[in-house]
């Protein structure tokens, strides 16, 4: 069988954003916080011993920094599967100084920020009210300080959004400049749509036969879910392509199941798949002859 390489998976379900670019925007409204129950991160843990996947993200749409032991399952993590990267993603609102040094002292190795807006005015509008820009600065650059002079070697970068209807390149390069001056890294991300499930417009052709993922998540990675559940894709905001859950299954036991294959043989286009399958609708999903 391929090889499980990364793992995404939420230990809380809720996230304290409200992004424009971001399906979560409409799905809160309905949302209840909930948390990863001890039985599912114990399921979760004995997945992750048995497969070492080389990655482990403690994010799956979502704010981590709102579970308060993520610190401690992180070094959990770590222990049983010792050579793996791990990354956290989050989008700072939460960092204060004690969760900074939190940050500086345990084994994530990669720390990404978004920060999708450029000033107090154009986050407030992009992230909502619960992200603001000033208070997300001051945090990114209080964990750098505290990384600098405990001389602690951890990737810090701030995440961008470009092509996006919701904000200029100009601006973002302008915000670039000051972060690059605070030698801090900028990783830039295309706008999506992630797979029609943010704003109106199509991009991608659903007409299209898909044939294969451009960053080849269906051979490489899982998602998991607070309550077990197993999804195709990050993208699967609403939970409609599912293979399984970690209370009823091992994780080996639901990355081997035909239904994976079968989820596969639709992504690489070895099977018909409907119009409404996920990936028809991902800009990701290639498109034979490109």
């Known amino acids: 069988m391929k090889k499980l390489k990364v793992v995404e998976f939420q230990t809380v379900s809720y996230c304290n954003s409200d992004c424009l670019v971001c399906p979560w925007s409409q799905l809160k409204k309905s949302a209840v916080l909930k948390y990863m129950n001890d039985d599912t991160w114990n399921s979760l843990l004995q997945g992750l011993e048995e497969m070492q996947p080389d990655r482990v993200i403690p994010y799956l749409n979502n704010e981590p920094l709102l579970d308060k032991d993520i610190f401690a399952k992180i070094e959990t993590i770590k222990k049983i599967v010792p050579h793996c990267s791990?990354?956290?993603?989050?989008?700072?609102?939460?960092?204060?100084?004690?969760?900074?040094?939190?940050?500086?002292l345990s084994s994530i190795d990669d720390i990404l920020i978004s920060v999708f807006g450029h000033d107090e005015e154009s986050q407030r509008q992009i992230m909502g009210n619960n992200v603001p820009?000033?208070?997300?600065?001051?945090?990114?650059l209080r964990l750098k300080n505290i990384l600098e002079k405990n001389n602690i070697k951890k990737n810090l970068a701030v995440v961008k959004i470009v092509n996006s209807p919701y904000v200029s390149y100009d601006n973002i390069m302008k915000n670039k400049i000051f972060w690059n001056s605070n030698n801090i890294e900028v990783y830039e991300y295309g706008?999506?749509?992630?797979a029609k499930n943010v704003g109106n417009d199509n991009?991608?052709?659903?007409?299209i036969k898909p044939n294969g993922c451009e960053l080849k998540r269906?051979?490489?990675?899982?998602?998991?879910y607070f309550d077990g559940e197993v999804s195709l894709c990050c993208h699967?905001?609403?939970?409609?392509?599912?293979?399984?859950n970690i209370n009823n299954q091992s994780l080996k036991e639901i990355w081997d199941s035909q239904?994976?294959?079968?989820?596969?043989?639709?992504?690489d286009g070895d099977i018909n798949s409907g119009k409404n399958f996920l990936c028809r609708s991902c800009k990701l999903c290639l498109e034979e002859g490109k």
């Not at 706008?191 to 992630?194: I, M, N, P, T, V």
């Not at 991009?203 to 007409?207: K, L, P, T």
């Not at 269906?218 to 998991?224: A, D, F, P, T």
């Open 191 to 194: 706008y999506l749509d992630r």
């Open 259 to 267: 239904l994976y294959k079968k989820y596969r043989m639709m992504v």
């Open 218 to 224: 269906h051979n490489e990675r899982m998602y998991i």
């Open 86 to 104: 791990i990354e956290l993603s989050t989008n700072g609102a939460l960092m204060n100084e004690d969760i900074a040094k939190k940050i500086s």
């Open 236 to 244: 699967d905001w609403r939970k409609r392509f599912l293979l399984g």
């Open 133 to 140: 820009y000033k208070i997300v600065e001051e945090n990114i």
């Open 203 to 207: 991009q991608r052709d659903i007409n």
